[in-house]
């Protein structure tokens, strides 16, 4: 039996909490004419390092402290926000999770993203990485007391039933496309795992690849189904869709997040997203794929503490 490391309940509230849940939602912003000499003494006084650039209720830009400063070396403070602004401006949702955030962090860099409902497009909160630091550990603090809590009172689910052999399985349906409901089913298997009193460990495994599965049906395909088979040995995940296809699937498990920050290895990401993830989390992986026909995932989570020695 090999050591297997564990996946942090840090990692675990990355895929299970949403954005809105850590934005700041007290946004402030300027308009484009505003004159840049104004800038210094907002972000001075609001002690923030940048702002963005609305126009009506559409966001336009956003203007940062690294602006202003190039501003003022260029000796050029009459000019206006409008002048000196990011343009090409990436938005982050309020419903999206957490993950996907840490993800568009690392992929451009920035220091913060705009944050808008997905419902009306209007602006409704902001994002940086401190935000996102900061509400983990209070999250963590929170939830401590109440998880050990759980440890001692949750109920084992197959010791109760009298039987040679006990198999459970639940099926969840998934929407393509309906990102408001993204991450419903994965959400729903892991209260479900809870109730049967899975080790708080497997399901943290089994809830990570399943969101990450979850997620490929919403963003490529139409519709597609989640079935879950629990016995006292293992949990067997199915997920099937009528999608696109994966053309090269030894291609599609390349690890995508190889040069990953500083701040998001801290967080417990490093090499690998997506179906890597998945393939990190299980004991065992199956992949089939055909072109314009859709793909048929499944991955098997042993209950009896072998196998994985790795973390995500």
């Known amino acids: 039996m090999t050591q297997q490391k564990e996946i942090t309940r840090v990692q675990e509230l990355i895929y299970e909490m949403k954005v809105e849940q850590v934005m700041v939602k007290d946004v402030i912003t300027v308009e484009p004419d505003t004159p840049m000499s104004d800038l210094r003494s907002l972000l001075r006084d609001k002690r923030i390092s940048g702002v963005p650039v609305v126009e009506g209720d559409r966001v336009v830009g956003l203007v940062s402290i690294e602006d202003f400063i190039k501003t003022l070396s260029d000796g050029n403070m009459n000019c206006l926000v409008k002048d000196q602004m990011t343009k090409n401006v990436k938005i982050i949702y309020n419903t999206d999770r957490l993950v996907h955030a840490v993800r568009e962090f690392d992929r451009w860099g920035f220091g913060r993203f705009p944050v808008l409902d997905r419902k009306s497009r209007k602006l409704v909160g902001i994002i940086t990485k401190g935000n996102i630091i900061q509400r983990l550990l209070n999250k963590l603090e929170i939830d401590y007391h109440a998880e050990e809590t759980q440890r001692f009172q949750t109920s084992h689910f197959f010791e109760s039933i009298i039987t040679d052999k006990a198999k459970l399985t639940l099926q969840y349906d998934i929407i393509g496309k309906d990102f408001n409901r993204a991450g419903e089913a994965s959400s729903n298997l892991k209260k479900s795992l809870k109730t049967m009193g899975i080790p708080q460990q497997i399901i943290r495994r089994v809830a990570i690849a399943t969101y990450e599965a979850e997620m490929n049906v919403v963003i490529y395909a139409d519709s597609g189904s989640l079935t ?65 026909k859709g793909t048929d995932l499944e991955f098997i989570v042993n209950l009896n503490g072998e196998g994985k020695d790795e973390t995500i």
Not at 258 to 265: G, L, P, Q, Y
Not at 284 to 291: A, D, K
């Open 228 to 292: 879950v088979r629990v016995t006292q040995e293992s949990i067997v995940v199915e997920v099937v869709d009528s999608g696109p296809g994966i053309e090269d699937i030894n291609k599609a498990l390349e690890p995508g997040f190889s040069t990953a920050d500083d701040w998001i290895r801290d967080l417990g990401f490093g090499a690998g997203m997506g179906l890597n993830n998945i393939q990190k989390c299980a004991d065992e992986m199956n992949l089939e794929s055909t072109v314009q």
